[in-house]
């Protein structure tokens, strides 16, 4: 069955680290994005790090570029977020997402599937 499920979420102190998994059994297919987004309280959601499965390539939020990283490990069908530096305002709810398009050169867009999503909390 073909399914996403997001773990690894927790409450930490700034500048501390995480890392967000997602087992993705079923949607790890070649041509597709997977995709980290996040919405924290009284926002709407926003996205936080893309990956094209079928190169490896990475696009990241401004807001992230520098402490996150995406990942992913197909041999295992998962997908990671390694969340490092972690600020008060990266305090959400995390999703895992796939079957992105991809555009290369610009990112990935229009995902059609969503994991239940994994609480970030992050303490100042």
């Known amino acids: 069955q073909a399914r996403l499920v997001e773990s690894g979420g927790g409450s930490v102190q700034a500048g501390g680290s995480l890392r967000l998994s997602c087992l993705a059994s079923?949607?790890?297919?070649?041509?597709?994005?997977m995709g980290w987004f996040r919405q924290a309280s009284g926002k709407e959601r926003e996205k936080v790090a893309y990956i094209y499965v079928g190169d490896g390539t990475t696009y990241y939020a401004d807001s992230v570029k520098g402490r996150f990283t995406i990942s992913l490990d197909n041999a295992e069908n998962m997908l990671y977020l390694q969340m490092n530096s972690l600020k008060p305002n990266d305090t959400a709810m995390y999703y895992c997402?796939?079957?992105?398009?991809?555009?290369?050169?610009?990112?990935?867009?229009?995902?059609?599937?969503w994991g239940q999503g994994t609480q970030v909390t992050v303490s100042s």
């Open positions: 997402a796939s079957g992105g398009d991809h555009y290369p050169g610009y990112g990935c867009r229009d995902f059609g599937y």
């Open positions: 079923g949607f790890l297919h070649s041509r597709y994005c």
